[in-house]
C-alpha cells in the first residue's frame, strides 16, 4: 500500500509569487489534512479536508487556501509569498479525518524556501 | 486554553539506557494525545497514541506511554536508547477532533 506522496519535495519562489503544492492521501482514505513546520512556529495546524470539504482550519491569513479532488488529492496554495512562509509543509491523510481521531500517516513535506 | 508542553527541547542519553520524554497537557476536556516521531528531512511517524482505552499505550519501536490524568502528563519512555532513536519527537493532541496542537518537540541524541 503506497504511502502518502507530496510534490514538489522542494521548491524556492520569491517574495510575492504564489504557490501550489500537492498531496495524494493513502489510497481509501478521505481525510487531508496539513501542517506548516517552521523552526521558529514549530508545527501548526493549518486546514483539513474531507470528501471535497475543508472541515477545520488554523490560525493561518487568508493567503494560505486549499481545496480537495474527488480522488481524495489535496492541494494547498499560497499566494503572495513572505519570507515568513519558509518552511517545510507537511500533509497528513486518515480514513475517517480528525473528527474520529483516527490515525493519520504523514507524507514526507514540500520545503519551501521564499527568497 | 488547551495545548501541549514539552519539556526539555534537547534530550541526550547514552546507548542502552533510559528514554524519558516529557509532555504535559492542559485541557478542560478528555484529550486524545499521540506522540511522533520525526527523523532527519523525513516526514512524521506515529509512535503512539492514547484514546482512553488504557492508560499504558505500547507502540512501535519498543516506546510507551503512561497518561497519568493526576498529573496531566504523558510522558514517553524506553528502557535502553538505540543509537537508532537519535530523532525529533512530537507530543500533539486534539480535544474535540477539531485541530491537532503539537508540542515545541524535544531532539534527542543517543551518544555511544
Known amino acids: 500500500k503506497a504511502g502518502v506522496t507530496q510534490t514538489p519535495r522542494y521548491l524556492i519562489k520569491t517574495r510575492g509569487q504564489q504557490v501550489t503544492l500537492s498531496c495524494s492521501p493513502i489510497s481509501g482514505h478521505r481525510s487531508v489534512s496539513w501542517y506548516q513546520q517552521t523552526p521558529g512556529q514549530g508545527l501548526q495546524f493549518l486546514f483539513e479536508?474531507?470528501?471535497?470539504?475543508?472541515?477545520n482550519k488554523g490560525n493561518f491569513p487568508g493567503r494560505f487556501s486549499g481545496r480537495q479532488f474527488s480522488n481524495s488529492r489535496s492541494e494547498m496554495n499560497v499566494s503572495t509569498l513572505e519570507l515568513g512562509d519558509s518552511a517545510l509543509y507537511l500533509c497528513a491523510s486518515s480514513s475517517i479525518g480528525l473528527a474520529g481521531l483516527e490515525t493519520q500517516y504523514f507524507g514526507p513535506g514540500t520545503r519551501l524556501l521564499v527568497l | 486554553a488547551q495545548s501541549v508542553t514539552q519539556l526539555g527541547s534537547h534530550v541526550s542519553v547514552s546507548e542502552g539506557a533510559l528514554v524519558l520524554l516529557r509532555c504535559n497537557y492542559s485541557s478542560s476536556v478528555p484529550p486524545y494525545l499521540f506522540w511522533y516521531v520525526q527523523y532527519p528531512n523525513q516526514g512524521l511517524q506515529l509512535l503512539l497514541k492514547y484514546t482512553s482505552a488504557a492508560t499504558l499505550v505500547k507502540g512501535i519501536n519498543g516506546f510507551e506511554a503512561e497518561f497519568k490524568k493526576s498529573e496531566t502528563s504523558f510522558h514517553l519512555t524506553k528502557p535502553s536508547a538505540h543509537m537508532s532513536d537519535a530523532a525529533e519527537y512530537f507530543c500533539?493532541?486534539?480535544?474535540?477532533?477539531?485541530?491537532?496542537?503539537f508540542g515545541t518537540g524535544t531532539s534527542l541524541t543517543v551518544i555511544p
Open positions: 479536508y474531507f470528501s471535497e470539504t475543508q472541515r
Open positions: 500533539a493532541v486534539t480535544f474535540t477532533g477539531n485541530q491537532f496542537y
